[in-house]
């Protein structure tokens, strides 16, 4: 018999607060336009982008994750000396260690809460959610702090006409905490690591240790590219529109509710094609309130759903104590998605 005394966590956990932080820097297609062969035109009906934030230099990963966490953290009205956690979601968070977590926790005046950083793309957001659910639940934390935050503007190469404009920049965090009801559903997420080379870094950081960068790509001046984010566009399409609806199916299925049920849907901000064919294989009802943030935010990756759930809810368009159906799906390929109460 186990001598390991059983944990006291909460029975559920749910969605307390929630927060964001956009870059003050808005910036139009007309911008992106000075560098890729392409029209406004082009770009609005293949993304369904106008404009997206990009962060100044004074707006780090870390400075934008700690301003969208204080409004979460207002939201939920729960002092940081109560998050027993950080998780925070990134992929553009350049030094390796320690984690950009730690900082954040310090600053936002934890109580020497746990931190740490996860690297799951676009469903970066649904895997910490996960964590943080399990945690509450299990015990070894009363309040979690997730938080998504990008600066993909880094990793863009402004010159490759297929990616050019599709990336922004901003945070988006939320506290999660005890419930004594379900509202944080069962999470359906994987990983298809067989298409990996679909979304990927262009350069490996290890080809630049030895200083050998005679291969490398170069700009139109002959300097050497920093490393960007690249896709094979078609073949994420068709993925995202026909493999993510029927996982989106299967959170639904997993939480007991129908596409009747919704209140709001809340998918990753990829494209405004790939959310309008979701919305109409998952036969969403009329009734159904979309999240299309992405025509004035751009994918922000990890922080896109946060980032929507927030302007939903401070816009009116949603409301507190609506059942909603979160999913995000990117580079891996990875995914996760689940069903949440608004907080």
Known sequence: MSKIKPSKGAPYARILGVGGYRPTRVVPNEVILEKIDSSDEWIRSRSGIETRHWAGPEETVAAMSVEASGKALADAGIDASRIGAVVVSTVSHFSQTPAIATEIADKLGTDKAAAFDISAGCAGFGYGLTLAKGMIVEGSAEYVLVIGVERLSDLTDLEDRATAFLFGDGAGAVVVGPSQEPAIGPTVWGSEGDKAETIKQTVSWDRFRSGDVSDLPVDSEGKVKFPAITQEGQAVF????????????????????????????????????????????????????????????????????????????????????????????????????TVVTLP
């Open 238 to 337: 068709r993925w995202a529109v026909f493999e993510m609806a029927k996982v989106a199916q299967q959170a639904l299925d997993a939480a007991g509710i129908s596409p009747d049920d919704l209140d709001v849907f809340i998918p990753h901000q990829a494209n405004v094609r790939i959310i309008d064919s979701m919305v109409k294989t998952l036969k969403l009802p009329e009734h159904v309130t979309v999240a299309r943030d992405i025509r004035t935010t751009g994918n922000t990756s990890a922080a896109s759903i946060p980032l929507a759930m927030e302007r939903l809810l401070a816009t009116g368009d949603a409301k507190s104590g609506d059942t909603a159906l979160v999913i995000g799906f990117g580079a891996g390929l990875v995914y996760a998605a």
